[in-house]
């Protein structure tokens, strides 16, 4: 499945940040902590050679015999990806990092893909505009666009709108949330403002993209950037109304831009999350994002939070950890673990989880919070704003307790950041205030960030949490009301929430690291009994 229009945007963000040929400011490639990893396949000039038409593929599927596509946005989100290996971020992140193995035309056509479109002729897919562009530009934002041909805009009219949507969501990202402004690029573009281009970008399948482009003096983490968004949004391509599409849009690649200006390195599921997650705070009322969440945790909460899938779309699923922060800590939270994940001007540069965790851990705590996000998961009506409207997490077991059989047990190996969940209810003979659940769990040490929470729902009344504190063993019990006349259902959700990492193996998760307790055992063990 190809995610739509923010994958070239994190693609050119993790290409940029390991090495390339775009600018001469930018590096060669590294692998160290923040990133982003893939399979060391790219030594060779064949493997490069692959790599680069890979690229092709995912942004230019014209030049590669791949037909564009076209229909609504759920019809985009059920088709084939244009390659093979995912889509166009890992494709041109690939990309960047097995520059070094190209020469001649290969090197030319690798620069070409993250070109600006006023390159023109210069881009060898002839993919840059062909007749002059004209600016059209604000207080912080130019657009640029032509007047003829297939890039061009509908009319100056859908221009205006462009740049006034762009305004508005640099007032929002910057003024109102209090991010950094991106870098600026100095003369590049005429001016020193933020450019945005025009372009027909639908016919691929893309939204919109955004690419850093050089780094800032003596702050190698961050960049200056520029984007480039579909021309006219057309409902025919992209399944909605225009102003719509442009709006979420504009509000994910922009917050790509702002990101650049932190660390254009940081974990590529961290960028895709929170970038999903600001269309939330943007363009509430589009609930474009929404879609996503049958992947991700939600779907399945045994599937790691940092997971970064490149044959699905669960980096943009699990915006929805960064909406229960926001809504439970208030909205800034998400810019306190993005400044600690940060760089430059005395900003720790922590990666991704690590910064979350630290941010947590002077709250509720990280494995609470991430229990309590874990358990509200399965109830969302009861646990976010919008809630009535997400899918539940599926459960891993359920069982009816009754007076003849009062027990239930399960063992389950649970991965890093990730959990499962069992539920139970009353049923006959367990009439009466006597009544309890015992709730007994037998899970992996402290050391790797054990956690359990119990969701009791009444009847009639509110949903109780209750936490199950576990020791240094990861042992603990706690005992519940079970009665039959007045509980519905108990549920226990199991938690691994370890972030202990080797990091810097070129993988997909958090620090491109492996993480260290995956598999863990718990057992579970539920027994009703008489006071």
């Known amino acids: 499945m190809l995610p739509r229009r923010i994958a070239v945007g994190l693609a050119a963000l993790a290409l940029a940040g390991t090495g390339g040929a775009v600018a001469p400011d930018i590096a060669q490639a590294t692998t160290s902590r923040g990133a982003p990893g893939v399979a060391q396949a790219h030594g060779t000039a064949q493997g490069a050679s ?10 230019a599927p ?8 076209h229909g609504s946005a759920a019809h985009r989100e059920s088709a084939a990806p244009h390659s093979e290996d995912g889509g166009a971020t890992l494709a041109l992140r690939d990309l960047f990092l097995a520059r070094a193995g190209l020469t001649g035309r290969e090197a030319q056509q690798a620069d070409a893909l993250l070109a600006r479109p006023t390159d023109g002729l210069r881009d060898p897919y002839g993919d840059g505009y062909l007749l002059p562009s004209q600016s059209t530009c604000g207080p912080n934002v130019c657009v640029h666009s032509v007047r003829l041909g297939p890039d061009a805009p509908p009319n100056s009219a859908w221009v205006r709108t462009t740049l006034s949507v ?28 933020f450019d945005v281009y025009l372009k027909e970008l639908g016919g691929a399948g893309v939204y919109g993209y955004c690419a850093p482009e050089r780094r800032m003096a003596n702050q190698p983490r961050r960049a200056s950037s520029f984007c480039v968004l579909d021309d006219d949004f057309a409902r025919s391509q992209f399944g909605r109304d225009p102003i719509d599409s442009l709006r979420v849009t504009a509000a994910h690649e922009f917050f790509h831009a702002v990101q650049f200006g932190y660390d254009f390195r940081e974990d590529r ?20 994002n929404r879609q996503y969440l049958r992947q991700g945790q939600i779907a399945d909460p045994g599937q790691s939070l940092d997971v970064f899938d490149t044959a699905g779309v669960a980096q943009y699923s699990n915006w929805i950890f960064w909406e229960f922060l926001s809504e439970r800590y208030g909205v800034g939270i998400v810019k306190r673990v993005i400044e600690r994940a940060g760089t430059g001007q005395g900003l720790p540069n922590d990666y991704s989880i690590q910064a979350a965790r630290r941010v947590l851990e002077r709250l509720d705590g990280w494995a609470q919070t991430f229990a309590d996000y874990s358990a509200g998961n399965t109830v969302p009506a009861s646990s976010y704003r919008e809630g009535r409207f997400f899918p539940a997490a599926p459960l891993r077991g359920k069982a009816v307790l009754t007076a003849r059989k009062p027990t239930y047990g399960r063992a389950e190996r649970i991965d890093h950041l990730a959990s499962r969940s069992f539920k139970v209810r009353p049923g006959a003979g367990l009439r009466g205030d006597r009544w309890r659940l015992r709730v007994a769990v037998d899970g992996p040490s402290r050391v790797s960030t054990p956690a359990a929470v119990v969701l009791v729902r009444p009847r009639n009344g509110r949903l109780q949490r209750i936490p199950v504190r576990l020791d240094r063993r990861g042992d603990g019990s706690v005992i519940v009301p079970f009665d039959g006349r007045r509980i519905a259902t108990v549920t226990v959700t199991l938690v691994n929430a370890s972030t202990r990492y080797r990091c810097g193996r070129d ?16 057992r579970l063990g539920l027994k009703a009994v008489r006071r």
């Not at 014209?62 to 596509?69: I, K, L, M, S």
């Not at 007032?171 to 100095?186: A, F, Q, S, V």
């Not at 599921?269 to 009322?285: G, H, I, K, P, S």
């Open 50 to 59: 692959a790599v680069l038409r890979r690229a092709v593929a995912a942004l």
């Open 507 to 522: 993988t997909l998760f958090s620090c491109t690291g492996v993480p260290r307790d995956d598999g863990k055992l718990f």
């Open 269 to 288: 599921w961290f960028l895709e999350n929170t970038a999903t997650w600001m269309e939330e705070r943007y363009a509430d009322d589009v609930n474009d």
């Open 62 to 69: 014209q030049h590669t015999g791949v037909a564009a596509r």
């Open 166 to 193: 762009m305004e508005k969501v640099w007032t929002h990202h910057i003024r109102k949330l209090g991010y950094r402004r991106p870098p600026t690029d100095g003369s590049r573009g005429g001016g020193p403002k």
